[in-house]
C-alpha cells in the first residue's frame, strides 16, 4: 500500500526553528508538495520538490531525499501565525495525490 | 478576486436525503478536484476532471458523483446521504491536470449527516 507518515503535532518556541519530517512509500514518485493548512481554512502550497536537495523560499525551506523516501520542511524565525497543520503529499507513479495526515504545529510566546 | 467558492459553507442534513455540494472557480483552470479531510487522516480525493466534458473516480468515490458542464463549475453530488459521509468537503483547482502543478484550494463545507 501507500503511506505517508509524518509526526502528529509538534510544539515549538517564536522565534526559534522547527523542522518537521515526511517519510513515504509510494508506488512510483513524481513529486513531493507541502501545505500549509490553518485551523478551518483551506490548504494553501507552500513548495514543490522533485530533485533531490533543498530548495528555500524565504523562511521556509523544504528538503527531498528520493533515495531514503524522505523530506522535511524547515522553518526558521517562527512566528505566532506559523501555527498551523503542514500537509505532506507525494504524487504517485499515476500521478495521483497521496496525502499525509498532517502535523500540527503549536507555536508558544 | 480570482479563487474558488463553495456553497454551502456548512450544512446539517438527514441521512437519506440528497446534497449538492457547489464549487465555482474563475481561475479559467482546466483540471478540477473533490476532496474529504477527516481528523486523523488525509485529504482523500474522490472525483476528478481534468477537463471540461470529462470526470474520473479517484480514492473514495462511491456515493458520490459529479460533473463538469463547464470550465468553472465541479459540483459534488451525493445520492442519498449516510452518516459517514459526515465530512470537511474541499473543491480545488490546478492549471492543468496530471497532478505536477498547485492545487488551489476552496474554503470548504462542513456536512454533518445525522
Known amino acids: 500500500g501507500q503511506n505517508i507518515d509524518q509526526p502528529t503535532e509538534m510544539t515549538a518556541t517564536e522565534g526559534a526553528i522547527v523542522q518537521i519530517n515526511c517519510t513515504y512509500q509510494t508506488s512510483g514518485f513524481n513529486g513531493l508538495f507541502w501545505y500549509q493548512q490553518h485551523a478551518g481554512e483551506a490548504p494553501t502550497f507552500l513548495s514543490y520538490?522533485?530533485l533531490d536537495g533543498l530548495e528555500e523560499k524565504g523562511r521556509f525551506s523544504s528538503f527531498l531525499s528520493r533515495s531514503k523516501g524522505y523530506s522535511y520542511l524547515l522553518l526558521k524565525e517562527l512566528q505566532m501565525k506559523d501555527s498551523a497543520s503542514y500537509l505532506c503529499a507525494v504524487l504517485d507513479s499515476n500521478y495521483q495525490l497521496i496525502w499525509g495526515a498532517g502535523t500540527k504545529l503549536i507555536i508558544k510566546p | 478576486i480570482a479563487g474558488i467558492t463553495q456553497a454551502p459553507t456548512s450544512q446539517i442534513l438527514a441521512a437519506g436525503r440528497r446534497m449538492t455540494l457547489r464549487c465555482t472557480q474563475d481561475?479559467?483552470?482546466?483540471?478540477m478536484y473533490w476532496y474529504r479531510q477527516d481528523l486523523g487522516l488525509g485529504l482523500r480525493l474522490i472525483h476528478y476532471?481534468?477537463?471540461?466534458?470529462?470526470?474520473g473516480k479517484g480514492e473514495v468515490p462511491d456515493g458520490y458523483s459529479v460533473s463538469r458542464a463547464n470550465t468553472d463549475d465541479f459540483p459534488l453530488t451525493l445520492a442519498s446521504a449516510v452518516p459517514s459521509q459526515t465530512s470537511v468537503y474541499f473543491c480545488a483547482s490546478s492549471r492543468a491536470g496530471g497532478g505536477t502543478d498547485t492545487q488551489y484550494f476552496g474554503p470548504g463545507t462542513r456536512l454533518t449527516v445525522l
Open positions: 520538490n522533485v
Open positions: 476532471s481534468n477537463t471540461a466534458g470529462t470526470t
Open positions: 481561475m479559467r483552470h482546466n483540471a
